[in-house]
């Protein structure tokens, strides 16, 4: 999966897009207190001014690589609706009989329920497969299995 720009679903367009308006917007703050280096007093004023530099180029590289994931997003195009890949929208029916829409990222989010990261088993097992296919992947209670009932957001 390393290498080729990968698409994004919608939602985390939309998420990507929100963390890089309150990155910049906290950017913005943190320039705004950093002083000429003739103005910095003491050694905790000289600490502080470094602390804030650091914090600085933190956010410039969050920023850039968000930016740059959008990027790629963009060459990549939309997520597939005629198989499963990173950025699909793919209702499962589980071995039990449950029935799920999950959206196939790329980084898991700990308040996102419906988000499998692509490189999870349950992820791995769904990459290229189209509606009305099964798989099987490993989960911590054991082996379970799943068919693909519909890709995109028709569910």
């Given at each position: 999966m390393a290498g080729d720009p990968k698409p994004i679903s919608a939602t985390a367009r939309h998420a990507l897009e929100q963390e890089l308006a309150d990155l910049r917007d906290e950017r913005r703050l943190v320039a705004g207190?950093?002083?000429d280096s003739a103005?910095?007093?003491?050694?905790?004023d000289q600490a502080d001014e470094l602390r804030r530099a650091d914090q600085l180029d933190r956010l410039d590289r969050r920023i850039e690589d968000?930016?740059?994931?959008?990027?790629?997003?963009?060459?990549?195009?939309?997520?597939?609706?005629?198989e499963v890949g990173v950025g699909s929208t793919v209702?499962?029916?589980f071995a039990d009989g449950a029935?799920?829409?999950l959206q196939i990222g790329e980084v898991a989010?700990?308040?996102?329920?419906?988000?499998v990261?692509?490189?999870?088993?349950?992820g791995r097992a769904l990459l290229g497969c189209r509606a009305g296919d099964s798989v099987h992947f490993?989960?911590?209670?054991?082996?379970?299995?799943?068919?693909?009932?519909?890709?995109?957001d028709g569910g």
């Open positions: 207190t950093l002083h103005d910095v007093g003491d050694q905790a968000i930016t740059e994931r959008l990027r790629q997003a963009d060459v990549a195009g939309p997520p597939p609706t005629d209702t499962v029916r029935q799920e829409t989010e700990a308040f996102d329920q419906h988000l990261t692509w490189d999870s088993p349950l490993d989960t911590p209670d054991g082996p379970s299995s799943a068919v693909v009932v519909s890709i995109g």
